[in-house]
Nanobody, 118 residues
Framework: QVQLVESGGGLVQAGGSLRLSCAAS????????IGWYRQAPGEQLRALVA??????????ADSVKGRFTISRDNAKNTVTVYLQMNSLKVEDTAVYYC?????????WGQGTQVTVSS
């Protein structure tokens, strides 16, 4: 089993920055890609924002390219994936989740709320 815990959200003004963290524990040897997803207010689906594989290959949605940076820290018993978000826009407001990328999802965590004010 893999457990994922998100943190780092908050309220920020447009143009500001936040860094989100995703701590993965459990059967992390089975984890390759991890992605950050977001669910905007009123939306039912979670959209992939960025992803990173164990070898460092990254993916970014067009809407965040050049503003967000995903990175990964592989420790012995945990994996932490960060999402550095710069030049935040009001439309980035959402609950952000992490989960596997390119593989069957594990149970979704609580997510972390990011609110960008104008």
């Amino acid at each position: 089993q893999v457990q994922l815990v998100e943190s780092g959200g908050g309220l920020v003004q447009a143009g500001g920055s936040l860094r989100l963290s995703c701590a993965a524990s459990g059967s992390i040897s089975r984890i390759n890609g991890i992605g950050w997803y977001r669910q905007a207010p009123g939306e039912q689906l979670r959209a992939l924002v960025a992803g990173i594989t164990s070898s460092g290959t990254t993916y970014y949605a067009d809407s965040v390219k050049g503003r967000f940076t995903i990175s990964r820290d592989n420790a012995k018993n945990t994996v932490t994936v960060y999402l550095q978000m710069n030049s935040l826009k009001v439309e980035d407001t959402a609950v952000y989740y992490c989960n596997k990328w390119g593989a069957t999802y594990v149970d979704w965590g609580q997510g972390t709320q990011v609110t960008v004010s104008s």
